[in-house]
């Protein structure tokens, strides 16, 4: 016999079912006791056979409801799996992907490449660039107010992230025009150790360490000069002559306005820029921008060969 019953008389089912109390299943179920009993009265009529055995002291499940139960949670497990699975596409399909940055992309142009090749891809999708402070060093990965992020490596917590690197660039060091190193063309790494350094925040951890080198320094602990968390307080502090400062070669034009000059250093590694995600973040809209940017990243790399 064909049965046309509805999810909510089979909700209304395995709540009695698993609280053997009406009382208790309609508070639960947010319905009165009366409306609930004649929906279970009318589902025991699709079915033509009693799910529960009722007195007055207790409610039991009839031997025909306990062999509909198990198939009642597998079809409202999977009911509920479908609804999430329609809800992340809708979600997806109208949802802003924020992407985070403490430093601007620019890099010849990469980041309107990326873009360009991410609306292609999505035109449904928006796409809102997310300013982040340097003491933060996940630029809003971490506490997930950011989908994806421009960062520099190394990251903290390195497994919570995947990534894709944007641009490698050698690090140069950056000083006051009046500093007694700024007459070289080059600067030897040895040479900074017991220079006084601008610093990142505490809380920016290992890529505090990554920019004042302390893998090359041979155990010497970095003298501090000053902590600065933005491009305008780093200016100011090397302007007044407050330390020096590791930045990547793509990002000189940000220091260099007047008084302020650079010079590339040996004996230290490039520094790395990248695309990063969280590991467990799967949404399609994530990992088509991430796919944007890996195609953008190997076209410019065919287009320097």
Known sequence: MAMDVHGRDLRYFAAVAEELH????????????????????????????????????????????????????????????????????????????????????????????????????????????????????????ADGTCDAAFVWLPLPDPDRYRWTVVAEEPRLVAMARTHPLADRDTVDFADLLEEPFLALPDSAGPLRDYWLATDARGGRPARIGAEVASTEETYEALAAGLGVVLLAAGNAP????????????????????????????????????????????????????
């Open 254 to 305: 940000l220091i260099t306005l007047g008084g302020v000059v650079t010079r590339p250093v040996t004996g230290i590694s490039p520094s790395r820029f990248a695309l990063a995600w969280r590991t467990d973040d799967h949404r399609a809209l994530v990992h088509a921008y991430a796919h944007a940017c890996e195609q953008t990243i190997r076209a410019t790399d065919r287009a320097g060969t």
């Open 22 to 141: 009406f009382t208790r299943a309609a508070e639960r179920l947010y319905v009165s006791q009366p409306a609930l009993s004649k929906q279970i009265r009318m589902l025991e009529k699709q079915v033509g056979v009693a799910l529960f055995e009722r007195d007055r002291r207790e409610v039991r499940l009839s031997e025909a409801g306990a062999a509909l139960l198990p198939h009642v949670h597998r079809l409202l497990a999977e009911w509920d799996a479908a609804q999430e699975a329609v809800a992340r596409v809708v979600a997806d399909s109208s949802a802003v992907l924020v992407v985070g940055m403490s430093t601007s992309p620019g890099r010849g142009g990469v980041l309107p490449a990326i873009r360009s090749r991410f609306t292609a891809a999505r035109p449904d999708a928006r796409l809102r660039l997310r300013q982040v402070a340097w003491d933060d060093p996940t630029a809003g990965l």
